[in-house]
């Protein structure tokens, strides 16, 4: 255990159509880190789904969150609405000024970019958007879990998951985290090798991009146009 | 993709004081198998809360599910209460004796015991409860994801991705599962080398076990009683 011992207040935002292990796989880790609070905030207190639809209820309104010592963002195809939607772009940004870490999780970095939080930092994503990082002034990372200051980028959905055990390591010494991961077995043994692009037969890693080309597109014009505003030199289109 | 393309009806018990990612984790990959449905079942359709807070709502009740094609069982503190609750067991021998199959993931194994489904059959659980299987006829195995007929069972928490892509690509073969695995950028790379009491350091073992001691006390004593009345020779006490 660190000799750190002030409480730790955590906190991560719940959105529509968030990809819902980017917040559960983490939240398992973080609601574990010793003598904190893991709250989780909606723009209101209705339920949302998931892109898959799980239904999750949040705790209470972003307007009621205290100073977070940690800011947990999830990513997920919800991220698109939020990346024009100036009053949760504005408590990111407020949070983040005052967090010990902001974790992004997936494609959250987008919002995260969106936020104006990424320029001239070492970020990463989920595999199919990594390409849009410069959009937003960020250093594209090939790493599974980016750290750079304050600042710790996941890669896609499962990473979330390394990342926080690294996040719990951070905050309060590697004995507390490898506690929890013991606690939660993880000993991880995919059945099959196929998490990468790099690993995954050709022909898999083909219908996975063409079945969220949509997504992409949509993804990209946003970006563009976020990246625009924000004033950062834009990366010639993919 | 496999030749059967016949909808699959999946659907999973929510209760409360679950362990939030034995439901989630296995959720990523199932909500994801072509052509399947996934619905959440409760004994009510108030929202429940892990272990530790996590809300989630269930989407119907349990009378309201039809004959399941896989039935989903999570684990955690929670399937103390469930061990004895007629209504809860019945329903899982039911659907148990129609489905094609039963994933069991962490300590849900002591509920599938409960129910009188593990009699003869190798099971797995959480490692803290691997030793109460005999309790219920069940035979012990040291495998992450262990397959007895049309029951998978996973050890504790996390083995619940790796059981479930495992279930996905026996239901609709290895190139769908490996799609999702990509998907979900399923390429572990845990932190520290602590996920198993085997390689974790002793007196983190430790801390964990002595932790957990109220839990573990009581399931016994539990699965002592329910697996006398179930008739089963009992092992001698731990």
Not at 49 to 74: C, M, S
Not at 88 to 114: E, K
Not at 132 to 140: E, I, K, R, W
Not at 176 to 205: D, R, W
Request: glycine share 8%; hydrophobic share 40%; charged share 20%.
């Amino acid at each position: 255990m660190s000799p750190e011992d002030q409480p730790l207040k955590i906190g991560a935002l719940l959105f529509d159509g968030l990809d819902q292990i980017d917040l559960t796989g983490p939240f398992e880790v973080l609601s574990r880190i010793p003598n904190s609070t893991y709250r989780i905030y909606g723009k209101s207190l209705e339920p949302v789904r998931d892109v898959k639809g799980l239904q999750l209820t949040p705790e209470a309104t972003l307007n009621k969150a205290p100073q977070l010592d940690l800011l947990h963002i999830p990513g997920g195809p919800g991220q698109e609405a939020l990346m024009e939607d100036e009053a949760v772009l504005g408590w990111v940004r407020h949070q983040a000024a005052g967090a010990r870490i902001v974790f992004s999780v997936c494609t959250r970095a987008l919002i995260c970019g969106a936020a104006g939080l990424l320029k001239e930092r070492q970020a990463t994503t989920h595999w199919t958007a990594r390409h849009l990082l410069p959009y937003f002034g960020a250093l594209p990372s090939d790493e599974r879990v980016v750290v750079d200051g304050n600042l710790v980028c996941a890669a896609g959905v499962t990473a979330g998951i390394d990342g926080a055990l690294l996040v719990a390591a951070m905050l309060r010494g590697e004995e507390a985290a490898k506690a929890i991961q013991l606690y939660m077995q993880y000993v991880p043994e995919p059945p099959f090798n196929a998490g990468s692009p790099k690993t995954a037969p050709p022909e898999i890693v083909e219908s996975v991009r063409a079945s969220a080309q949509d997504l992409m597109i949509r993804r990209e014009a946003t970006a563009h146009r976020v990246g625009k505003r924000l004033g950062f030199a834009l990366p010639s289109k993919a």
